[in-house]
């Protein structure tokens, strides 16, 4: 998945310690229409507070750097801390995708957001330590 030029991949890490706390990425990554997906996978839940600050930082790489207009995501329906990161980063609720994600044979739905370049915010959120998105590192 690295090798091709639609997903772009970042670890990200907490505070000043060097052991990664997580994953950040943009997937589906069409320049002609200027899309993508954003997703996030944590690590260990102790670093939970560090994915909102990646997954801005992802954000703000994908609007200036790539030169997107519109980035969506997904989340599972059952899932409130990552629907919260969704909030924080001023996504947008767009609708349901139902019963199409199976957790221990049960169906649930997934809630698709979106955000649009104009609404990204490129400032330090309350509380979290700004860093450039150059300083997430490339997954090799």
């Known amino acids: 998945?690295?090798?091709?030029?639609?997903?772009?991949?970042r670890i990200y890490t907490a505070?000043?310690?060097d052991t990664p706390a997580g994953v950040v990425g943009l997937t589906n990554v069409d320049r002609t229409f200027k899309t993508a997906s954003l997703w996030a996978v944590l690590g260990t839940k102790r670093y939970g507070g560090h994915?909102?600050?990646?997954c801005h930082q992802m954000l703000t790489l994908g609007f200036t750097e790539l030169g997107l207009q519109a980035i969506n995501a997904w989340t599972v329906e059952t899932n409130v801390p990552a629907q919260r990161v969704l909030e924080q980063l001023h996504?947008?609720?767009?609708?349901r995708q139902r019963?199409?994600?199976y957790?221990?044979?049960?169906p649930l739905d997934r809630l698709l957001f979106d955000l649009l370049?104009?609404?990204h915010q490129d400032v330090s959120h309350a509380g979290f330590q700004h860093?450039?998105?150059?300083d997430l590192r490339p997954v090799r």
């Open 103 to 106: 957790i221990n044979g049960r």
């Open 117 to 119: 370049a104009t609404e």
């Open 15 to 17: 505070d000043e310690e």
């Open 1 to 9: 998945m690295t090798q091709r030029g639609i997903h772009v991949f």
């Open 91 to 95: 996504f947008r609720y767009i609708g």
């Open 99 to 101: 019963r199409c994600h």
């Open 51 to 54: 994915t909102t600050e990646a």
């Open 131 to 134: 860093a450039s998105a150059s």
